[in-house]
């Protein structure tokens, strides 16, 4: 490239201290050169800042008062950075020198791409995808959020079988790749979400303005996960459940919306039971909770959410089978094996 773009690298920290001393050495030995590395310190309470400024004085520090969530800390952090691109990268994340350049160049040999992901391995364990995206995200047609590589809880060993550049319906929040000019035209996340499937409903807005949402593969992250808020977690539960039915109901069609927001009622009181009678009450509660804040949303907060401006694309990444079916009744664990099901 004649030209190589600015990229900022912006790693939203709540006390994370210790993914900061183990993976910024990581980030900023990236190869590519015309890059900024910015830290948005969401009101941590440990010794977050006192770290970076006595061991790296160089790296620009963007400090929050208190902890805005994920997706009002990046909206806030965004505003102050100058880039042709942002990579929004979770403080637990191990990169490869080279991770940069595959990326930059894919956006800029395709104007129509907005987004990418690289693939994103297990840091315990680098040759298994990892939950938060795998080799990118997609979505069935209740709302229920999958990746090549990851069917709920289950993920894959990588053996190569998703290495194809191809369009996807969202990229991992983990580490997402993105034209800031795109990020500043959709609004950014939805604060409303505070976090979780931020990134999901913000590329799904992405999709509907026109452009294309792409997995990136031959540029490797190793992600540990659940560094802020474990799986299983109750609070966790609750803002999946809520923010995914708060998504289907600012993007969906309205002639979608109509049967599938009603049937993912069903279906989640469905998990909501199954839990409580496998002895997990709080997962039961997290989701009786989601469901009434949700109605809350919907009843008096609307005004709060960003909705998508216009509907012009197809989607990609959207699959019209039912994953619930598919995994829990036909007990199909693997991307591929449902996704070349011909029935």
């Given at each position: 490239m004649s030209h190589s773009p600015k990229v900022a690298v912006v790693i939203?920290?709540?006390?994370?201290?210790?993914?900061?001393?183990?993976?910024?050495?990581?980030?900023?030995?990236?190869?590519?050169?015309?890059?900024?590395?910015?830290?948005?310190?969401?009101?941590?309470?440990?010794?977050?800042?006192?770290?970076?400024?006595?061991?790296?004085?160089?790296?620009?520090?963007?400090?929050?008062?208190?902890?805005?969530?994920?997706?009002?800390?990046?909206?806030?952090?965004?505003?102050?950075?100058?880039?042709?691109?942002?990579?929004?990268?979770?403080?637990?994340?191990?990169?490869?020198?080279?991770?940069?350049?595959?990326?930059?160049?894919?956006?800029?040999?395709?104007?129509?791409?907005?987004?990418?992901?690289?693939?994103?391995?297990?840091?315990?364990?680098k040759n298994m995808f990892e939950y938060a995206g795998?080799?990118?995200?997609?979505l069935d047609k209740y709302g229920y959020p999958f990746a090549k590589g990851r069917i709920f809880?289950?993920?894959?060993?990588?053996?190569?079988?998703?290495?194809?550049?191809?369009?996807?319906?969202?990229?991992?929040?983990a580490a997402l790749f993105i034209r800031s000019s795109v990020f500043h035209e959709v609004k950014g996340?939805?604060?409303?979400?505070?976090?979780?499937?931020?990134?999901?409903?913000?590329?799904?807005?992405?999709?509907?303005?026109?452009?294309k949402i792409y997995s990136c593969p031959v540029a490797i992250v190793y992600h540990v996960g659940g560094g802020t808020l474990p799986r299983g977690n109750s609070l966790k539960t609750y803002l999946n459940f809520r923010n995914n039915r708060i998504m289907l109901s600012k993007n969906l069609p309205f002639r979608k919306k109509l049967w599938i927001v009603p049937a993912r009622n069903f279906l989640d009181a469905l998990s909501a039971w199954k839990g409580l009678l496998s002895g997990d009450g709080g997962y039961f509660i997290a989701i009786v909770r989601s469901h009434l804040a949700y109605t809350k949303w919907w009843l008096f907060y609307q005004g709060k959410s960003v909705f998508p401006e216009n509907r012009k694309a197809d989607l990609s990444g959207y699959t019209k089978k039912n994953m619930i079916w598919q995994h829990f009744v036909k007990k199909k664990k693997h991307f591929d094996e449902i996704m070349n099901e011909t029935k």
């Amino acid at each position: 490239m004649s030209h190589s773009p600015k990229v900022a690298v912006v790693i939203l920290n709540w006390n994370g201290q210790k993914y900061l001393e183990q993976f910024l050495p990581f980030v900023l030995a990236t190869s590519y050169y015309n890059l900024e590395v910015v830290v948005a310190d969401n009101g941590s309470t440990d010794n977050s800042i006192s770290f970076l400024h006595n061991t790296y004085p160089a790296i620009r520090i963007i400090c929050f008062k208190k902890n805005f969530g994920f997706a009002k800390g990046y909206n806030e952090a965004l505003k102050q950075v100058q880039a042709d691109y942002y990579v929004i990268l979770n403080s637990d994340v191990e990169v490869q020198s080279n991770w940069l350049t595959p990326m930059v160049e894919l956006l800029e040999n395709n104007k129509s791409i907005a987004v990418c992901q690289p693939k994103i391995l297990s840091f315990t364990n680098k040759n298994m995808f990892e939950y938060a995206g795998a080799a990118g995200g997609w979505l069935d047609k209740y709302g229920y959020p999958f990746a090549k590589g990851r069917i709920f809880d289950i993920c894959e060993e990588d053996k190569g079988q998703y290495d194809q550049c191809e369009p996807i319906f969202w990229a991992s929040g983990a580490a997402l790749f993105i034209r800031s000019s795109v990020f500043h035209e959709v609004k950014g996340f939805d604060e409303y979400f505070f976090a979780h499937q931020e990134e999901i409903d913000m590329c799904w807005r992405i999709q509907l303005a026109g452009y294309k949402i792409y997995s990136c593969p031959v540029a490797i992250v190793y992600h540990v996960g659940g560094g802020t808020l474990p799986r299983g977690n109750s609070l966790k539960t609750y803002l999946n459940f809520r923010n995914n039915r708060i998504m289907l109901s600012k993007n969906l069609p309205f002639r979608k919306k109509l049967w599938i927001v009603p049937a993912r009622n069903f279906l989640d009181a469905l998990s909501a039971w199954k839990g409580l009678l496998s002895g997990d009450g709080g997962y039961f509660i997290a989701i009786v909770r989601s469901h009434l804040a949700y109605t809350k949303w919907w009843l008096f907060y609307q005004g709060k959410s960003v909705f998508p401006e216009n509907r012009k694309a197809d989607l990609s990444g959207y699959t019209k089978k039912n994953m619930i079916w598919q995994h829990f009744v036909k007990k199909k664990k693997h991307f591929d094996e449902i996704m070349n099901e011909t029935k």
